[in-house]
C-alpha cells in the first residue's frame, strides 16, 4: 500500500507561482507513474499532470490542456517525491489538489487510495 501526504497549497494571487509536493511512502517504484488530479468546488476530480520514467533520466510527462504551459511535473524518485510547479495561476485554477499512482497514462486515473489533498486557492 502507498500513502501520499500533499503539501504547498496555499491563497496566490492570480499570476503568482505555487510549489505542490507529495510524498509517497511503502511499496514503490521509479517505474511508476505519479500523476496530479485536481477537484474544485461542485465539479468532479480532473487529471492535471503526470510523469512516468522511461529510461534511467527520461521521463514522458502529460498535460491536462487547461494547464499545458503553465505547470510543470517533476518528481525526486530518491525522495520518492513528485512535484507539481503552478506558475501563471488563474482563478479557475482554484482547487483542491492530489496525487496518486497511475498505472495507465493513456487513461490517467489514481491507483492508490486518495490523501487529503492540499488546498489552492488562487484569488481574483
Known amino acids: 500500500q502507498v500513502q501520499l501526504v500533499e503539501s504547498g497549497g496555499g491563497l496566490v494571487e492570480v499570476g503568482g507561482s505555487l510549489r505542490l509536493s507529495c510524498v509517497a511512502s511503502?511499496?514503490?517504484?521509479?517505474?511508476?507513474?505519479m500523476g496530479w488530479f485536481r477537484q474544485a468546488p461542485g465539479k468532479e476530480r480532473e487529471f492535471v499532470a503526470l510523469i512516468k520514467r522511461i529510461t534511467t533520466s527520461a521521463y514522458y510527462t502529460a498535460y491536462a490542456d487547461s494547464v499545458k504551459g503553465r505547470f510543470t511535473i517533476s518528481r525526486d524518485n530518491a525522495k520518492n517525491t513528485v512535484y507539481l510547479q503552478m506558475n501563471n495561476l488563474e482563478p479557475e485554477d482554484t482547487a483542491a489538489y492530489y496525487c496518486?499512482?497511475?498505472?495507465?497514462?493513456?487513461?490517467?486515473?489514481?491507483?492508490?487510495?486518495w490523501g487529503q489533498g492540499t488546498l489552492v486557492t488562487v484569488s481574483s
Open positions: 511503502g511499496r514503490t517504484t521509479g517505474t511508476t507513474a
Open positions: 496518486n499512482t497511475v498505472p495507465n497514462v493513456g487513461a490517467p486515473v489514481g491507483l492508490e487510495a
